[in-house]
Antibody
Framework: EVQVVESGGGLVKLGGSLGLSCAASGFTFSDSTMNWVRQAPGRGLEWVSSIDSGSSYINYADSVKGRFTFSRDNAKNSLFLQMNSLRVEDTAVYYC??????????WGQGILVTVSS | DIQMTQSPSSLSASVGDRVTITCRASQSITSYLNWYQQKPGKAPKLLIYATSTLQSGVPSRFSGSGYGTDFTLTISSLQPEDSATYYCQQSYSTPYTFGQGTKLEIK
C-alpha cells in the first residue's frame, strides 16, 4: 500500500522558519521524482518545488526561490522542505506528491502551514 | 512560465449529462497535460495524464483529448460523486503550472 505522509506544519511568525518532512512507502522512492504542491485557503493548486531521484535537479517556483530548500534522503525514503523568511502568502496546505511528466500520482494528505503577522 | 487557463470556472449539471471542461496553455505543451479531481478537504487525485491516458481505477466515463495548446476533459455521463473541483496541469516544463480550477456542482 502506498503511503505519503507529511509532517512538521504549524503556526509560525512572519519572517520565521519551518521545516516540513514527507515520509513515503509502498513504491520505489529512490527512483521517483518528488514534488511539493501547496494550496492557499480557498485557492487553487500551486506547484512549489521538485527534486529528481538523485537530487541532481531541483527546481523551485519563483515565489519561493531563495527562501525554500528541498532535499531528500533515499536511504530513509524521506523528503524535507526547509522554509525560511516566511511570508503571509506562504500560508497554505502543503502536499508532497510523486511524479513529473506523467502527472502526480501519489499524494499525501497535506499539512497546514500558517504564517501569522 | 506557461500559463494554464481553464473554462468555465464553475458549472452546474444534472446526473447523466455530458460535461466538458477546457484548458488552454499559453504555449505548446505537446501532450504533457494532466487532469486532477479534488474534493473538499482532500488531496487532488490524478484522473488523466498525458492528455488522454486514464489513471488506473478511474471510471471510463472520464476522457481527455487535445494537443499543443487546447485540451478538454469530458465526463460522458455525470454521476453524483463527480461533484468536485477539476484542475488541469502542464508537466511539459517547470514550473508545473495548474489551471485555476473548475468547480463542478450537481443540480
Amino acid at each position: 500500500e502506498v503511503q505519503v505522509v507529511e509532517s512538521g506544519g504549524g503556526l509560525v511568525k512572519l519572517g520565521g522558519s519551518l521545516g516540513l518532512s514527507c515520509a513515503a512507502s509502498g513504491f520505489t522512492f529512490s527512483d521517483s521524482t518528488m514534488n511539493w504542491v501547496r494550496q492557499a485557503p480557498g485557492r487553487g493548486l500551486e506547484w512549489v518545488s521538485s527534486i529528481d531521484s538523485g537530487s541532481s535537479y531541483i527546481n523551485y517556483a519563483d515565489s519561493v526561490k531563495g527562501r525554500f530548500t528541498f532535499s531528500r534522503d533515499n536511504a530513509k525514503n524521506s523528503l524535507f522542505l526547509q522554509m525560511n523568511s516566511l511570508r503571509v502568502e506562504d500560508t497554505a496546505v502543503y502536499y508532497c506528491a510523486r511524479g513529473s511528466g506523467d502527472g502526480f500520482d501519489y499524494w499525501g494528505q497535506g499539512i497546514l502551514v500558517t504564517v501569522s503577522s | 512560465d506557461i500559463q494554464m487557463t481553464q473554462s468555465p470556472s464553475s458549472l452546474s449539471a444534472s446526473v447523466g449529462d455530458r460535461v466538458t471542461i477546457t484548458c488552454r496553455a499559453s504555449q505548446s505543451i505537446t501532450s504533457y497535460l494532466n487532469w486532477y479531481q479534488q474534493k473538499p478537504g482532500k488531496a487532488p487525485k490524478l484522473l488523466i495524464y498525458a492528455t488522454s491516458t486514464l489513471q488506473s481505477g478511474v471510471p471510463s466515463r472520464f476522457s481527455g483529448s487535445g494537443y499543443g495548446t487546447d485540451f478538454t476533459l469530458t465526463i460522458s455521463s455525470l454521476q453524483p460523486e463527480d461533484s468536485a473541483t477539476y484542475y488541469c496541469q502542464q508537466s511539459y516544463s517547470t514550473p508545473y503550472t495548474f489551471g485555476q480550477g473548475t468547480k463542478l456542482e450537481i443540480k
